[in-house]
């Protein structure tokens, strides 16, 4: 019953907040630490390797089922706490962008489809709640309602609305190659039919990974992260691309985790892996040139979700041996959401005193600010992967699986673990410089001015407390939840790989050190000379290449139109004029019945007759050339 209670409770607060008058209350806060509080009391003996099962009963053919394991536990619980957070930060914060109501009343919507979509225990019930997720968070994108939000939210809106297509399509698919919707949480499926089977898993891969931001399906996402308002911002990047990766980790149940992946989803491993390693590098490389707060951070996310695919591919490609990978991926999902959170809460904070995200408008803003300065600082450190907190224990798992799949993998493996260091120290420059240009940089002379912020820095110090312990503790998260979530989904060795592993052996920290350290030299270099101003041309990035495509193709089609136009107007008037003649030829017989054709001279019936004779010539001419 509290697989179907979960998703109703948002949608009771958002009832209280439409109808709601009087005094203030933080609604919102009320309903995600409700669901937070059920969700820890109703979900903590799936951990335990138990999974609960819920069919709530319609008239009709069609009955919703929820579904939770540990794996769902770790979404529904994350989605909470990170809901709670934004809910004690947004009601100061959209006091700036106005029109409060009607944000938290699209918000709390959207958590209820979120935990639809983690609770969902059937693939049709998920896309049902997939699309209510994508209507309610169409509106966070449109808030301010200017030109540039208005822009971003169609093209949000029509990403995802494809997504959702290609999710029916391949929900369709896959009835077809099982001869029924397998449910979530069932396990390895056997189709009857491969091919078909194989073409409706890459459906579910394009479906989610529209919503993941996975490149080159990504293009949505900087536009939406960037015009959303902060507490909007932080939910799109924190927990609705995570929707996406969750998505892809249900393919891959449906593909077989721990096993030698056969038939059609025998070359998901090496896809998901090459895709992720794409995701990394073009993020990560877009973040280094970007000089607004939000977009870098929005380019980032990319690059984070490259890590968490590039993890499930890995998983996938080993089988059995795979268990290190899944696990780096869940943990760093969990990871992202608590730093990139953190960090468009900070860059919020800064938004709201100094009205601005450009960051070569800011500087020196550390004596203004020195709260928020200290809480970006452990964020920044925690996404670039810091000893000592969050992300560097889910990297240092991510990388002892890259690492293995090089050693034992296929060669191109070997490139991978390069590249995957390459985007670490990209990582590293990137969050220098930010940090660097908003804090340590030379004083702008923007006007800076003084708010209260408690509210503010209270949600970034619960995510701040969060990042620290799990940094201090990295086995705990990866005993109680990770590993659990693991052995559920097909891992059977998933406790056994963690056996001897330690978070704190010298090699891994002394290599997170050494990133570090060359990303402040990359830093240093970058800004003496000028590379971080470099704007590439257009066909050099995805977007601009795609709209030079678009545009090659629409003038393509209307010189291809006046080109036609041109030639159907030259036979029209080729036709006409030989009608005309021939009319007045013709005419001249019938009127004097009596003509000349060369030195022969026809009168009377003659002429009659050669008219009937160059008729009947032409209709042959006619019915053999052309008709035939």
């Given at each position: 019953m509290i697989l179907a209670i979960l998703p109703v409770i948002p949608l009771i607060g958002a009832l209280f907040l439409l109808f709601k008058r009087g005094r203030f209350i933080n609604i919102?806060?009320?309903?995600?630490?409700?669901?937070?509080?059920?969700?820890?009391?109703?979900?903590?003996?799936?951990?335990?390797?138990?999974?609960?099962?819920?069919?709530?009963?319609?008239?009709?053919?069609?009955?919703?089922?929820?579904?939770?394991?540990?794996?769902?536990?770790?979404?529904?619980?994350?989605a909470a706490f990170i809901w709670l957070v934004v809910s004690i930060y947004g009601p100061?914060?959209?006091?700036?962008?106005?029109?409060?109501?009607?944000?938290?009343?699209?918000?709390?919507?959207?958590?209820?489809?979120?935990?639809?979509?983690?609770?969902?225990?059937?693939?049709?019930?998920?896309?049902?709640?997939?699309?209510?997720?994508?209507?309610?968070s169409f509106f966070w994108v449109i808030h301010r309602r200017n030109k540039e939000a208005i822009r971003a939210g169609y093209f949000y809106l029509f990403y995802s609305i494809i997504g959702g297509?290609?999710?029916?399509?391949?929900?369709?698919?896959?009835?077809?190659?099982?001869?029924?919707?397998?449910?979530?949480?069932?396990?390895?499926?056997?189709?009857?039919?491969?091919?078909?089977?194989?073409?409706?898993i890459a459906l579910l891969v394009v479906g989610f990974g529209i919503k993941a931001g996975m490149v080159p399906l990504h293009l949505w996402l900087p536009h939406a992260h960037s015009v959303a308002p902060t507490p909007g911002s932080a939910l799109l990047s924190g927990l609705l691309i995570k929707v996406g990766a969750y998505g892809l980790i249900?393919?891959?149940?449906?593909?077989?985790?721990?096993?030698?992946?056969?038939?059609?989803?025998?070359?998901?491993?090496?896809?998901?892996?090459?895709?992720?390693?794409?995701?990394?590098?073009?993020?990560?490389?877009?973040?280094?040139?970007?000089?607004?707060?939000?977009?870098?951070?929005?380019?980032?996310?990319?690059?984070?979700?490259?890590?968490?695919?590039?993890?499930?591919?890995?998983?996938?490609?080993?089988?059995?041996?795979?268990?290190?990978?899944?696990?780096?991926?869940?943990?760093?999902?969990?990871?992202?959401?608590?730093?990139?959170?953190?960090?468009?809460?900070?860059?919020?904070?800064?938004?709201?005193?100094?009205?601005?995200?450009?960051?070569?408008?800011?500087?020196?803003?550390?004596?203004?600010?020195?709260?928020?300065?200290?809480?970006?600082l452990i964020a920044v450190l925690g996404i670039t992967g810091a000893p000592g907190l969050n992300g560097y224990a889910?990297?240092?798992?991510?990388?002892?699986?890259?690492?293995?799949?090089?050693?034992?993998?296929?060669?191109?493996?070997?490139?991978?673990?390069?590249?995957?260091?390459?985007?670490?120290?990209?990582?590293?420059?990137?969050?220098?410089?930010?940090?660097?240009?908003?804090?340590?940089?030379?004083?702008?002379?923007?006007?800076?001015?003084?708010?209260?912020?408690?509210?503010?820095?209270?949600?970034?110090?619960?995510l701040t407390v969060v990042m620290?312990?799990?940094?201090?503790?990295?086995?705990?998260?990866?005993?109680?939840?990770?590993?659990?979530?693991?052995?559920?989904?097909?891992?059977?060795?998933a406790t056994a790989a963690l056996d001897g592993l330690s978070f704190w052996n010298l090699n891994d920290v002394l290599s997170m050190v050494i990133t570090l350290a060359i990303g402040v030299l990359v830093c240093w270099f970058g800004f003496k000379s000028g590379v971080f101003h470099w704007h590439p041309p257009a066909f050099l990035t995805l977007e601009g290449l795609g709209k030079l495509i678009y545009m090659s193709i629409l003038s393509i089609w209307k010189h291809g139109v006046e080109c036609c136009s041109s030639i159907v107007s030259k036979v029209r008037r080729v036709l006409r004029t030989l009608r005309s003649r021939l009319f007045t030829y013709f005419h001249r017989f019938s009127q004097s019945r009596s003509g000349t054709i060369g030195k022969i001279t026809l009168a009377g019936i003659s002429a009659d007759a050669a008219i009937l004779i160059a008729i009947l010539m032409f209709l042959i001419v006619w019915y053999t050339i052309i008709i035939k």
């Open positions: 919102p806060l009320i309903t995600s630490a409700v669901v937070l509080v059920l969700g820890v009391c109703g979900l903590k003996s799936v951990f335990e390797g138990l999974s609960l099962y819920y069919t709530v009963h319609l008239p009709g053919p069609y009955a919703p089922n929820f579904h939770a394991d540990s794996l769902s536990a770790i979404f529904v619980l994350t100061q914060y959209m006091e700036h962008e106005g029109r409060t109501k009607a944000f938290e009343l699209c918000t709390l919507l959207t958590l209820s489809a979120v935990l639809g979509v983690f609770l969902a225990g059937d693939m049709f019930t998920l896309l049902l709640f997939f699309e209510l997720m994508t209507i309610s297509l290609f999710l029916a399509l391949g929900i369709v698919l896959m009835s077809s190659a099982t001869d029924v919707i397998p449910n979530i949480g069932s396990g390895l499926v056997n189709p009857s039919n491969s091919r078909v089977f194989a073409w409706s249900r393919v891959g149940e449906f593909a077989g985790w721990g096993t030698n992946l056969q038939g059609g989803a025998s070359q998901l491993g090496s896809v998901l892996a090459i895709l992720g390693t794409c995701t990394m590098l073009v993020g990560v490389l877009t973040a280094l040139i970007q000089s607004d707060a939000k977009r870098l951070l929005a380019y980032h996310s990319i690059s984070q979700i490259g890590y968490i695919v590039l993890g499930l591919g890995i998983g996938l490609y080993l089988g059995s041996d795979g268990s290190l990978a899944l696990i780096g991926s869940i943990y760093h999902i969990v990871n992202h959401a608590l730093f990139k959170v953190a960090l468009f809460l900070g860059v919020g904070i800064i938004y709201i005193g100094t009205n601005e995200t450009n960051l070569y408008k800011l500087g020196g803003l550390w004596r203004r600010f020195p709260l928020t300065a200290l809480l970006m889910s990297k240092t798992l991510l990388h002892h699986a890259v690492s293995y799949a090089a050693e034992k993998g296929a060669q191109w493996f070997t490139w991978i673990e390069r590249l995957f260091l390459l985007v670490g120290v990209g990582t590293a420059t990137s969050f220098i410089k930010l940090y660097y240009l908003i804090f340590l940089g030379k004083p702008a002379k923007t006007k800076v001015d003084e708010n209260k912020s408690t509210g503010l820095h209270l949600a970034m110090g619960l620290v312990g799990i940094g201090l503790m990295p086995k705990t998260f990866v005993n109680i939840a990770a590993a659990p979530a693991a052995q559920v989904l097909g891992m059977k060795n």
